[in-house]
């Protein structure tokens, strides 16, 4: 196998929005955010901005700035919407980006954006004033505001809108898709939102709660514009309303085992190199790749149609099981004429989005071709915070034998070589720490480098980094992450909104949390995209100001919901996911989501700012 292992359909994804545009009446949005659900944001913008003018889709979603920044840096031209803010970001930056509309889903953010109007000679610059969707919460318990302050937020707006400093270009909302009862529910309090906004005065040119479920599902989703329809002296006002189109897009459907009944095609291969031994085969995959813990039952079929029992999943790599015939040397994992996301997610006990959004961007022959397609990160500061603070101290004591944190200014001591491996393994992007900074430890301190699959070789090359293939490499090369003790790392985050709701309050999709109490909820911008795996939600905690606190209801995408309880919480306030000396230990965090802490670095998703620190030259990130 020449290729990288995973590839992309580009023209599946061109035709899937065209029939899924083909099947609403209304504007559709494609949902480019998470990497594209794990198939490549910057080709597929590319790709749908390419398309003819009369295909060309109106606008683009992404969750935060930086991934818009991203976008436009790559010379992505169409307007751009994201809706994820920090609290304390430099609103003047975001506000640089051109044609980015910003979703507002508080009073307090719709004040920061209004207070970043840019102005000219001393005066605020109508021509140039933000637009913005006001993001009302209709029961998901997430980010969006809450319906007993939409007429203030609503005076509040068309106030800002007057004096020239925003422009309200949008009003959203997003649904649970618990039941189609609560669903319509949703839908009639937007409904009221919306016509809250218009009696204010507000004339928003779009319109959108739907995503891919709910556009096709729900007939009253796309056919409300009658009853919005304004008179107005300067003629008839009539909103656009739009679809975010999401997990279609990549031609998957959200409604599996149901469907859609929209013709669609999966865009995604997934492609790896097997090993045959004895009596067993090993596929050069596994959990640091984005491949779930465990998959039981699940079977491949190879290209000559012969089928594989799926075995255990390993770090690097899953072993696999003849059913009928060999021999094998190499099989599609995910894809046509093998198992689909469908398939996986079934067997794992998750859904199809989590399975490919998962899928590490390292594995995309992109990724091959060009030096570097991640995010700068000058750009992720543009995002809530998302970082995984490496020890470098840390590890350099233990790649000289030392085995305890250093003290300040304290030259690392060596205590003894004898169970010192002379090779440093970087597979998986070191296993997430970041090659680049790690290879350089390594170097410093003598190490050969070594990856333990073929694809992580030809990547680490691509990247001018040699490491020689060992797909043996023991535990002792990896002594230096402290995937055995202390891990070497932290995962840290903040609280981007917090809000107190009545008991009875449902978090999250499928409503599967509901608060017994009045209480605060704080939202934290990971989610199974950058690092949070699905299934913890529900029983895993975060450590918000020093208290263990609870993820309450499903994780999504970009973020999760904590039980904040009566605590004095505010935006902006440090939030702990594992590691360090005041985080939860990565081996209770392992506990909860059943992967292996070398897995648990591997698979932090590309909007993870990685932040280097060391004693004596303080962070060189
Ligand atoms: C992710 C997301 C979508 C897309 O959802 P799909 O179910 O994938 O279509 C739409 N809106 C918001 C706010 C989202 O976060």
Redesign the pocket.
């Given at each position: 196998m020449t290729s990288a292992p995973l590839a992309v359909d580009l023209a599946a994804i061109a035709q899937n929005y065209r029939n899924y545009r083909a099947a609403v009446p209304v504007t559709v949005i494609p949902?480019v955010?998470a990497d594209a659900?794990g198939h490549g944001a910057i080709d597929i913008a590319r790709s749908l901005a390419a398309l003819d003018p009369a295909q060309r889709p109106p606008m683009l979603?992404v969750?935060d700035a930086a991934e818009a920044a991203a976008l436009r840096g790559v010379g992505v031209e169409l307007p751009l919407i994201c809706?994820l803010h920090a609290p304390d970001v430099d609103w003047q930056a975001i506000r640089e980006i051109p044609d980015l509309h910003l979703g507002a889903s508080s009073l307090h953010e719709l004040a920061l954006i209004a207070d970043a109007a840019p102005q000219t000679a001393g005066r605020v610059d109508r021509d140039r004033a933000a637009s913005v969707h006001l993001k009302l919460d209709t029961g998901l318990g997430r980010n969006g505001v809450r319906e007993c302050e939409w007429r203030v937020l609503m005076a509040q707006a068309m106030r800002l809108e007057r004096a020239g400093r925003v422009r309200i270009a949008g009003i959203?909302s997003?649904v649970s898709g618990t039941s189609a009862d609560d669903d319509l529910a949703q839908l009639a309090a937007f409904s009221r939102g919306v016509t809250l906004a218009l009696d204010a005065g507000l004339r928003p040119y779009y319109v959108h709660i739907a995503?891919?479920?709910s556009g096709v599902v729900y007939e009253q989703f796309t056919s409300l514009n009658d009853q919005w329809v304004r008179h107005d002296e300067g003629g008839e006002y009539r909103p656009n309303l739009a679809v975010?189109?999401?997990?279609?897009l990549y031609g998957l459907d959200?409604l599996h085992p149901d469907r859609l009944g929209i013709d669609l095609t999966p865009a995604l291969t997934l492609r790896a190199e097997v090993e045959g031994f004895e009596d067993y085969w090993v596929m050069e995959l596994g959990q640091v790749d984005g491949l779930p813990t465990r998959a039981p039952g699940l079977e491949l079929i190879d290209d000559n149609g012969n089928h594989w029992q799926l075995g255990r999943i390993g770090s690097t790599h899953t072993t696999l099981q003849p059913v009928s015939g060999g021999p094998l040397r190499e099989i599609t994992c995910i894809g046509k004429g093998s198992a689909s996301a469908d398939d996986w997610a079934d067997a794992a006990g998750t859904i199809n989005?989590e399975i490919t959004t998962r899928l590490m961007a390292r594995l995309r022959s992109r990724d091959f071709e060009a030096p570097l397609s991640a995010t700068p990160d000058a750009l992720k500061t543009l995002a809530p915070r998302r970082e995984l603070c490496i020890d470098l101290d840390l590890m350099a004591a233990r790649l000289l034998g030392g085995t305890s944190a250093l003290r300040a200014g304290e030259p690392a001591r060596p205590v003894s070589d004898r169970h010192l491996s002379r090779w440093l393994d970087i597979s998986a992007d070191a296993y997430g720490f970041g090659a680049q900074r790690i290879a350089a430890l390594g170097r410093e301190f003598g190490k050969e480098l070594v990856a333990r699959t073929r694809h992580d070789v030809a990547w680490l090359a691509a990247r001018g980094i040699e490491a020689r293939y060992e797909p043996t490499a023991g535990r002792d090369t990896r002594i230096a992450y402290g995937f055995q003790g202390r891990i070497a790392a932290s995962l840290r985050s903040e609280l981007v909104q917090v809000k107190r709701v009545a008991a009875g309050q449902a978090v999250s999709y499928g409503y599967t949390w509901r608060a017994g109490r009045a209480t605060t909820l704080g939202l934290v911008p990971l989610g199974y995209s950058d690092a949070i795996p699905r299934c913890v939600g529900g029983h895993a905690k975060l450590l918000v100001g020093g208290v263990q606190v609870p993820i309450v209801g499903r994780v999504?995408?970009?973020q999760v919901v904590v039980d904040l309880g009566d605590a004095n919480c505010v935006p902006g306030m440090p939030v702990v996911c594992w590691g360090g000396t005041d985080g939860i230990s990565i081996d209770r965090w392992c506990s909860w989501s059943g992967q292996s802490p070398a897995a648990v670095t591997a698979t932090l998703g590309a909007r993870v700012l990685r932040r280097y620190q060391r004693v004596d030259g303080g962070q060189d990130a």
């Open positions: 949902v955010k659900y979603a969750a809706w959203m997003h995503a891919t479920t975010r189109l999401g997990l279609a959200p989005y999504a995408m970009d």
